[in-house]
């Protein structure tokens, strides 16, 4: 499995680009610029990624509404990502659950905005994320997949799963 048949990356932010944050046992995203700390693999994934591709950010970012994360604080963790790749756009969702937004995964809005605004066609794009919701809004929007396997996902049973980001461009 590799990207060789895409032009066009979707990627989830957290546990993709970032580590994830477990509070409480639960799965969370940063929520301070301290917290938000790069995944070694995605390092070594932005430095030596063809520059053919171009990139899209598709990422979930709830606690904008549940008052836990500073829009300020988000602004400067997509600025310390666009350091690192060059990304066609960023489409956040900073919708909760109950606002039943079509933005927030797993509703393709996201990924289906930057294919009508870009005109992309399904067979050129590609979605990584770590959980059923990033797959689920990828094949909403008809567009490929491929899951990250991760220490809290192994029970996610796909057929495009991946040890790391850098096996893909192998």
Known sequence: MNLKNYKYIFL????????????????SSPRYL?????RKDFLDFAKNIDKKYD???????????RNLLK???LNEMHEKLKKLLVFKELFVCMHDDED???????KPGMILKAMAKYNLKTDDCVMIGDSIKDIKAANSAGIDAFLLETNYNKHITFN?????????IK
């Open 71 to 73: 829009k300020d604080d």
């Open 100 to 106: 039943n937004c079509e933005c927030r995964k797993p």
């Open 55 to 65: 990139f899209f950010l598709a990422t979930n970012q709830p606690d904008i509404k």
């Open 34 to 38: 301290s917290e938000f700390k790069f």
């Open 12 to 27: 989830d932010r957290d546990g993709i680009v970032n580590d994830v944050i477990i509070r409480d046992s639960i799965i």
């Open 160 to 168: 495009n799963k991946i040890q790391s980001l850098t096996s893909l």
